[in-house]
């Protein structure tokens, strides 16, 4: 079964509105989650790593004031997309590593596509 | 630089033959970690193998395993057997030690296979 969880897996709204993805982690505790992008047939691409209770770090080129990030609880992390425009639509994904052993796979949600119009 | 390097953008394999998907890294860190992942069109991230620096002998889960060539620093998937269901992008992805506290994943391009029946 799913080990992560995210929500919404679709959202279809109007330019300038601010949008909320939820990736909540599934009977563990994750002190980290990352969130990534991804275009049409192209690979994941890192935005930022949240760390609970701490501010997230951001990739570089990834601004920090349009995708607010906020991990709130050991088992949810919030990405915002403010004031989105026609160009944020993309899937956004994120996941979710249980244990800090190098050999534990991040477990990613099944995503999010969100489309701006 | 490219870390992690997939370099066939698509792949066809007819149904019950095997095929090879090709990956090859860069790292100076003797400490690393390399997985695959399986992106259906439906978005979702799928965990298939995962083999680390250390590992002494080739990662082997069902009908995938990892071809681990260190001194090549290449880390090729072989699915066996390939069925209809195998058709999704593969996505090849590196974590190094440095990134071992957050784990932190560096994702190569993707290589899109597809089935023939």
């Known amino acids: 079964g799913a080990v992560v969880s995210q929500h919404p897996s679709r959202v279809i709204c109007k330019s300038g509105t601010s949008v909320k993805i939820e990736c909540r982690s599934l009977?563990?505790?994750?002190?980290?989650m990352f969130w990534y992008r991804q275009f049409p047939k192209k690979s994941l691409m890192l935005m930022a790593t949240s760390n609970e209770g701490s501010k997230a770090t951001y990739e570089q080129g990834v601004e920090k004031d349009k995708f607010l990030i906020n991990h709130a609880s050991l088992t949810l992390s919030t990405l915002t997309v403010t004031s989105a425009h026609p160009e944020d639509s993309s899937f956004y994904i994120c996941s979710a590593r249980i244990a800090s052993h190098s050999n534990q796979p991040q477990h990613f949600g099944d995503g999010t596509r969100l489309s701006i119009l | 630089a490219q870390k992690i390097t997939q370099t066939q953008p698509g792949m066809f394999v007819q149904e019950k033959e095997a095929v090879t998907l090709d990956c090859t890294y860069d790292t100076s860190d003797p400490s690393y970690g390399l997985f695959w992942y399986k992106q259906p069109s439906s978005g979702e991230m799928i965990f298939l193998i995962y083999q680390g620096s250390y590992d002494q002998q080739n990662a082997t889960e069902g009908r995938y395993s990892l071809n681990f060539q260190k001194a090549r620093k290449s880390a090729n998937l072989v699915i066996s057997a390939s069925q209809l269901g195998d058709s999704a992008m593969y996505f090849c992805a590196m974590r190094e030690r440095g990134s071992s506290n957050t784990g932190k994943l560096i994702f190569g391009q993707g290589t899109t296979l597809q089935v023939k029946p």
């Open positions: 009977d563990f505790q994750a002190t980290t």
